[in-house]
């Protein structure tokens, strides 16, 4: 099994829908583009990735949304170096189709009451939903390491909560300890890096927006 070295998340960078909640009654989620500002960091990043990947091979996998896609574009990395797969399971939280701002700002606010992992918005999916997707993918991610030419380098480019959602699933946190995180800002990045051991570390924590409040079986 050729496991790569390192496994790089990165959130897109700042979109349409990040500066003005009303865009969404005119543009469905997935259709939301970078602004200038974003174009800006997801330039910043992909100067840090290049640097980190040097003449590195590189498998890709891109949210099928468009603010991803432009993130991806603005790394600017050699494509005689990346292998890109367009990851459907990989899209953001859907919070169903044409959306009222007001809406959305009540529906967080239930959210926020009832835990954001098993919240689930109306003709959408809760944070669980969106878990088992992830999940899925990384079965499928899994297998990809049994080709002995798999590249060492794992670049995902997706959004705040799939990041998450994917670090708690391959490190087995609980959902206390999810609730307590917050999202990476826009172009952030994380980094899995194999160790001598065999096992992955992440290069910087997630922040904590309150500690972890536990049922008490699990920790």
Known sequence: MARPRRIVLVRHGESTGN???????????????????????????????????????VSVYVSPYRRTHETF???????????????????EQDWGNWQDPEQVRLQKAYRDAYGHFFYRFAQGESGADVYDRVGNF?????????DPNHPPNVLIVTHGLAMRLFCMRWFHWT???????????????????????GKYTIDRPFERWRDPESYGATG
Do not use: C, I
Not at 73 to 91: C, I, S
Not at 175 to 196: D, K
């Open 19 to 57: 500066v003005d909640d009303t865009v969404y009654e005119r543009e469905p989620d997935h259709a939301l583009a970078l602004t200038e500002l974003g174009w800006q960091q997801a330039e910043e990043t992909g100067k840090r990735l290049r640097d980190l990947f040097g003449r590195e091979r």
């Open 175 to 197: 959902v206390a300890e999810f609730e307590s995180l917050s999202n990476p800002g826009n172009a952030e990045m994380r980094m899995l890096v194999l160790g001598e051991n």
């Open 73 to 91: 574009q603005a790394f600017h990395l050699d494509p005689e170096q990346v292998r890109v797969r367009e990851e459907p399971r990989l899209r």
């Open 138 to 146: 990384l079965e499928s991610l899994f297998r990809s390491f049994e």
